[in-house]
């Protein structure tokens, strides 16, 4: 597939994501609408964690720590301000200058890819403990009590821009969630179009040829660490907007694992796949918690081993060889067979 067919496919997915957010809430119920914004708002941190390690080489075990504080963030802005809008924007702002803090140490430090997911997997644990111990009466930030173990209950939702009487309604709160994953996808792709990005991928290929290039490694891994960062800090805003809850299982190790397998059955190395990963997922939990006959875990870890072994590219990277191969033998029929040569008679000259 040459770049021009990539660039329309791509700009064709967008305008069918634009074409079913706007006619979703015409189709479906309101409890199903705002379950499809709980998923559209995960996928927003599938995003996160597929630029960072798909593009980036970078594997984060604790996005969630970035996810939980731009919620808390979101939530304690909220409360105090009374307006959503500078909120968002610090939901987004926080998160990515505690990623730079994180990664700067980390990667100007040199340190191991393996140690590096067990740093972030350890900032998550340290979060979470903290948060979870702020159970008394002081500690609250303005008029914010952060609740501990109980969260933060009663959070505003989103309203319109510096309007807080205006509260966005659940139909309007869904083309907010949709319009940001289709923003943040478009954003990325963009991102990935530019220099920065070929950069990124050339780090993730090789550091050593980078750096001799004359470019420094630590540097554009910091960069695509904390644009991951403010995503998933931005995640964590439309999830509390989904919610109106914050809570400290927000930092859960097992959310840091199925993010992780979101990415593993939808594709590494893709922006589509973690979103198909991600509502996919979404979609059988939620089915498999209502019946209540399974147990989602163990659904999810067979479904992870039965993917591991038999599509290990994930499903959209397959279904895109696929595709190439139909395509390929298609246009192989079509070609019209040259016409056998005449057969020649003995002793002719």
């Known amino acids: 597939m040459t770049a021009a067919q990539r660039h329309v496919l791509q700009a064709a997915l967008v ?3 634009v074409y079913v957010t706007a006619i979703a809430p015409n189709w479906l119920d309101l409890f199903t609408l705002m379950q499809v914004t709980l998923f559209a708002a995960m996928a927003v941190l599938s995003l996160s964690l597929a630029f960072i390690w798909g593009y980036g080489g970078i594997l984060s075990f604790g996005q969630t720590a970035f996810f939980g504080l731009g919620a808390y963030v979101y939530a304690v802005a909220a409360i105090n301000f009374g307006d959503s809008t500078n909120a968002i924007l610090l939901a987004i702002v926080l998160p990515a200058l505690f990623a730079a803090a994180l990664g700067y140490f980390v990667f100007y430090g040199r340190i191991s890819d393996v140690y590096l997911g067990v740093i972030t997997l350890t900032v998550t644990l340290i979060l979470f403990n903290v948060v979870n111990s702020t159970a008394g009466d002081e500690y609250a930030i303005g008029s914010a009590r952060l609740g501990g173990f109980n969260g933060i209950p009663a959070v505003p939702t989103f309203n319109m821009p510096y309007d807080p009487a205006a509260i966005l309604s659940p139909e309007q709160s869904w083309y ?68 109106a809850f914050v809570g400290p299982t927000i930092f859960s190790l097992s959310l840091s694992a199925e993010i992780i397998i979101w990415i593993t059955i939808g594709g590494l190395g893709t922006l589509v796949g973690p979103i198909v990963g991600c509502f996919l997922i979404q979609y059988l939990n939620s089915q498999i918690g209502s019946q209540q006959a399974f147990n989602s875990y163990l659904v999810l870890g067979v479904i992870l081993v039965a993917f591991v072994l038999l599509l290990p590219k994930g499903l959209v990277p397959t279904a895109r060889e696929l595709a190439l191969k139909i395509a390929r033998f298609a246009s192989e029929r079509r070609r019209p067979t040259p016409p056998a040569a005449a057969p020649q008679t003995e002793g002719a000259e």
């Open 15 to 17: 305008l069918v994501a």
């Open 176 to 243: 907010v969630t949709a319009g940001v994953l289709i923003g943040v996808y478009v954003l990325l792709r963009v991102v990935l179009a530019s220099p920065f990005g070929r950069v990124a991928v050339a780090v993730r290929e090789n550091e050593v040829r980078a750096s001799l290039l004359g470019y420094d490694p630590r540097l554009v891994k910091l960069l695509v660490f904390v644009f991951g960062g403010a995503i998933a800090g931005l995640a964590g805003a439309l999830y509390v907007n989904w919610g």
